[in-house]
C-alpha cells in the first residue's frame, strides 16, 4: 500500500564509492522529484521529472545522475561519493507538473559517506 | 527567486495550548499555492494543509487553521489544542504553476505534557 516507496532506506558507503537509490510511486502521478535534506534539514529541489522528462535540474554536480525509465520510476545514481553527500534524499510524486496539487514524499535515504 | 522565510528555528507549547508557526515568502508571482509539511522523527514529510493564493477564506483542518495574509506575503500556521503527536518539525512551502514546491527552513515544534 506504500504509495511513494525508496530503497534502501539507509545506506552508509565510502568515498569515490558509486551508489543509487530507487525510488517507485503506485499513485499514478506524472510528476516525480527527488529533493535532498541537509544536516541542518533544509530541503532542496534537485531533480523533476515530468512522464518520463526532465523538467527541472538544479544546480547539482555532475556526478548526480537521475533515471526515468517510466513514469512510476525515478532513479537517483551518485558517482564518486564525498563526503559532503551525506544527507537524507527524498523522493516525492504529484499527480500533475502544475497547480495546487500537493507532492507526496517517500521515508527518505538516509546517505552517509564515510 | 521564491523564497520562504521561517523565522523561528524552534518553539515549545504545552499540551492543550495553541501555538501559531510563522512564515513568509517573498514571489512576483500572483497564482501561487501555500503548503505546511509536518516531519516527524520517523522522517516521513506529512502534508498538513494547504491553501491557494486566489482564495481569500483562510484554509482549515481540524485543529489545525492558516492565517493567510496575501498582501503581507505571511502564511502562519496554527494549532490548537496541541497534541503530543504534534511534535516534529514543520515546513512551510510554496509554489507556483512551474511544479517546484521551495520550503522554508523550518521550525521544530516541542510539545510538553
Known amino acids: 500500500d506504500t504509495a511513494v516507496s525508496q530503497t534502501p532506506k539507509y545506506l552508509v558507503t565510502q568515498m569515490g564509492n558509486d551508489k543509487s537509490i530507487k525510488c517507485e510511486q503506485n499513485?499514478?502521478?506524472?510528476?516525480m522529484y527527488w529533493y535532498k535534506q541537509d544536516s541542518k534539514k533544509f530541503l532542496k529541489i534537485m531533480f523533476s521529472y515530468n512522464n518520463k522528462e526532465l523538467i527541472i535540474n538544479e544546480t547539482v554536480p555532475n556526478r548526480f545522475s537521475p533515471k526515468s525509465p517510466d513514469k512510476a520510476h525515478l532513479n537517483l545514481h551518485i558517482n564518486s561519493l564525498e563526503l559532503g553527500d551525506s544527507a537524507v534524499y527524498f523522493c516525492a510524486s504529484s499527480p500533475r507538473s502544475g497547480g495546487n496539487t500537493e507532492a507526496f514524499f517517500g521515508q527518505g535515504t538516509r546517505l552517509t559517506v564515510v | 527567486a521564491q523564497t520562504v522565510t521561517q523565522s523561528q528555528p524552534e518553539m515549545s507549547v504545552q499540551e492543550a495550548e495553541t501555538v501559531t508557526l510563522s512564515c513568509t515568502y517573498d514571489t512576483s508571482e500572483s497564482d501561487y499555492y501555500l503548503f505546511w509539511y509536518k516531519q516527524p522523527p520517523s522522517r516521513q514529510m506529512i502534508l498538513v494543509i494547504r491553501?491557494?493564493?486566489?482564495?481569500?477564506q483562510n484554509a482549515t483542518e481540524n485543529r489545525f487553521s492558516v492565517n493567510f495574509q496575501k498582501a503581507a506575503k505571511s502564511f502562519s500556521l496554527k494549532i490548537s489544542d496541541s497534541q503530543l503527536g504534534d511534535a516534529a518539525m514543520y515546513f512551510c512551502a510554496y509554489k507556483t504553476s512551474g511544479s517546484r514546491l521551495t520550503f522554508g527552513e523550518g521550525t521544530q515544534l516541542t510539545v510538553n505534557p
Open positions: 499513485l499514478g502521478h506524472d510528476t
Open positions: 491553501q491557494e493564493a486566489y482564495k481569500q
